[in-house]
């Protein structure tokens, strides 16, 4: 079983930067993809960016690109994100997933088949 733990969440002002973790955990944790997934108030949970574990391929939905860089250590089995130049809008609680086989990074939430509990990301205007 895989276990993936969030952290670094918190409160920043507009133009803050803020750094998650996910680590995971788990006997063999060699998953093919990992991502992050935001869900705010009211809203659905959307897709912020996701990375391939060997190669570290990335993908970004429009919304963050250029302000957010996913990374990952493989050796440490962690997954970051950093978050830069935040906005208003980018608050919410921020999920990281794994997906132990695919071909691609994926979109949407049904390809991952882990989910950490999630950490939240307030940003004050």
């Known amino acids: 079983q895989v276990q993936l733990v969030e952290s670094g969440g918190g409160l920043v002002q507009d133009g803050g930067s803020l750094r998650l973790s996910c680590a995971a955990s788990?006997?063999?944790?060699?998953?093919?993809?990992m991502g992050w997934f935001r869900q705010a108030p009211g809203k659905e949970r959307e897709f912020v960016g996701g990375?391939?574990?060997?190669?570290?391929?990335?993908d970004y939905a429009d919304s963050v690109k250029g302000r957010f860089t996913i990374s990952r250590d493989n050796a440490k089995n962690t997954m970051y994100l950093q978050m830069n130049s935040l906005k208003p809008e980018d608050t919410a609680v921020y999920y990281c997933?794994?997906?132990?086989?695919?071909?691609?990074?994926?979109?949407?939430?049904?390809?991952?088949?882990?989910w950490g509990q999630g950490t939240q990301v307030t940003v004050s205007s």
């Open positions: 788990g006997r063999t944790f060699s998953p093919y993809a």
């Open positions: 990375i391939t574990w060997s190669r570290g391929i990335t």
């Open positions: 997933a794994a997906d132990r086989t695919g071909w691609r990074v994926s979109r949407t939430g049904s390809g991952y088949d882990y």
